[in-house]
RNA sequence: GCAGAGGUGGCUGAGUGGUUAAAAGCGCCAGCUUGGAAAGCUGGUAUCUUCACGGAUACGCGAGUUCGAAUCUCGUCCUCUGCGCCA
């Protein structure tokens, strides 16, 4: 949500900030909302005084009454402004409602530095890293190998829940679990809170942390009740300090959420995004930050720094892009994509997504700390630490050998009681 | 699912139709004090609106009664406790 006073002192800069998104909606919800911001204002201000006028009266009618002088002709004249407080108000409450809806549905202002262009081909490519290693044979699909390896059955998880799903088994469901204890070990080791969350939400912290959208093209509902399937765990950890006033001293916090995500992920795939890529559940290890709106853009590269720490550790070769406009989606600032190399498709794939999200969530959750002055909305930043099915798909592929083994990383080995290679078992 | 209790500031918690929106305590901030700190003392510590004076709002949310509601009535949401069910 954007901050209402900057709108109104600034209308023009958050306009132009708008148009870099390249969206006529945004332009037409904000020149709607101005409107409407006046309208609200000039009544709030006519519901006050007439507020004012009964106030007065009615403690003029106080005090008559407890001096014991006749009081009718005062209250004669009070009974009459309820009345018309009451038509002014219900206008009011329709105007305010109309104020927020559009206040939740404009996107964050984005960052100076953020690159200016139309979708995820004009992504900024920041860096790279990593050796790719020469495999002179044809690979085989991940999804394919896994399932050779007998370290997955997507078969039978479509019988049972349809495509999108799978049964990890063995030494890969063991390698799930490494990557997972690898991943909170790097952030526990930095202080990172590790965190469990809760897997269903309610719809209102819900829509305090995600672009409303998600909740018809993203998000699984519960049937009757008012429980959505978390897509990350981003989402309960950042809403967790909903409606809070937080101590300074303790910022900035930090967490390392670990829990399974489900997706919907609509629409048709492609062959490379059969197996373990585009799923609709999936064990991501997230990192979510807190912290003061100065800190932001320093934590924003500490989290970056950290997910490169595991693809380096993993020996995967991967990028980071600093992700365009009109590719960065309603609620970050601004959002770096690190994306790890496949080389079946030979391009750069995206395994984790970092984002500053400046005080857009804090904002709709009401997430502030005192300063010891005034009352400030913290900053909030997330970012994967990994994804676990997209890491094993690159794993499998990366480090793939002819003979369709998988060698496991260095790194992960003591998480797999010294296993150095998957391979079939006889 | 059933029954009971409850929802008040940053926190604990008092308040049951009109002295000032909140006693008391805790926390936090500033000042005094100190070599520095602790303690102590003094003051401050909700939101919106207005250039400002000021005004309005605020006791979960919504409606009602009333000149006037934290307080009375109804609805609703949520939490806790007990029972039931259960890994």
């Known amino acids: 949500m954007l901050d209402i006073k900057l709108i109104r002192e600034k209308p023009e800069l958050v306009r132009k900030n708008l148009e870099k998104r390249q969206s006529k909606k945004y332009l037409e919800l904000f020149d709607n909302l101005l409107i409407v911001d006046k309208k609200m204002l000039f009544l709030l201000k006519e519901t006050e005084e007439l507020r004012h006028k009964r106030n007065t009266i009615t403690s003029e009618v106080k005090k008559l009454l407890t001096e014991k002088k006749d009081a009718t002709e005062k209250i004669k004249q009070a009974k009459e402004i309820p009345l018309q407080i009451k038509e002014k108000d219900q206008k009011l409450t329709e105007l305010k409602q109309e104020h927020n809806s559009i206040l939740f549905k404009l996107p964050n202002l984005l960052h100076k530095s953020v690159p200016f262009g139309k979708d995820d081909s004009e992504n900024k490519e920041i860096k790279k890293e990593g050796k790719i290693q020469k495999q002179d044979f044809d690979l085989i699909h991940h999804g394919k190998l896994a399932a050779d ?50 897997l269903l939400m309610r719809r209102k912290p819900y829509s305090g942390v995600t672009d409303l959208n998600d909740f ?121 994509d690190v994306e790890g190399y496949s080389p079946r ?26 300063s010891g002055k005034e009352k400030v909305f913290v900053h909030t930043l997330n970012n994967t630490m990994i994804a676990t099915a997209r890491a094993l798909r690159l794993i499998l592929e990366n480090f793939q050998t002819k003979k369709h083994t998988v060698k496991i990383p260095k790194a992960l080995r003591p998480y797999l009681n010294g296993l150095k290679e998957l391979k079939l078992k006889k």
């Open 149 to 198: 390896l007998n370290g997955a059955d997507f078969e039978r998880a479509v019988k049972i829940s349809g495509s999108g799903f799978y049964f990890l088994k063995g030494d890969l469901a063991l390698l799930e679990q490494a990557l997972i204890r690898f991943a909170t070990d790097l952030l526990t080791k930095k202080n990172y809170e590790l965190i469990f969350p809760p």
């Open 216 to 336: 018809e093209n993203v998000m699984y509902k519960i049937e009757n009740e008012d429980l959505y399937l978390i897509a990350t765990s981003e989402h309960p950890l950042v809403s967790m300090y909903m409606d809070e006033t937080l101590n300074e001293k303790n910022l900035p916090l930090k967490f390392a959420g670990v829990s399974p995500c489900f997706r919907k992920e609509v629409g048709k795939h492609g062959l490379d995004e059969r197996g373990l890529f585009r799923v609709h559940q999936f064990n991501k290890v997230e990192q979510v930050i807190f912290c003061r709106p100065e800190e932001s853009e320093k934590l924003h590269e500490e989290l970056l720094k950290n997910s490169e720490k595991l693809m380096q550790s993993l020996k995967i070769p991967y990028i980071v892009v600093n992700v365009c406009t009109g590719d960065i989606g309603v609620v970050a600032s601004k959002k770096y």
């Open 345 to 370: 498709e030979k391009k750069y794939i995206e395994v984790m997504s970092c984002s500053n999200c400046t005080d857009f969530q804090s904002r709709r959750l009401n997430i502030k700390y005192y």
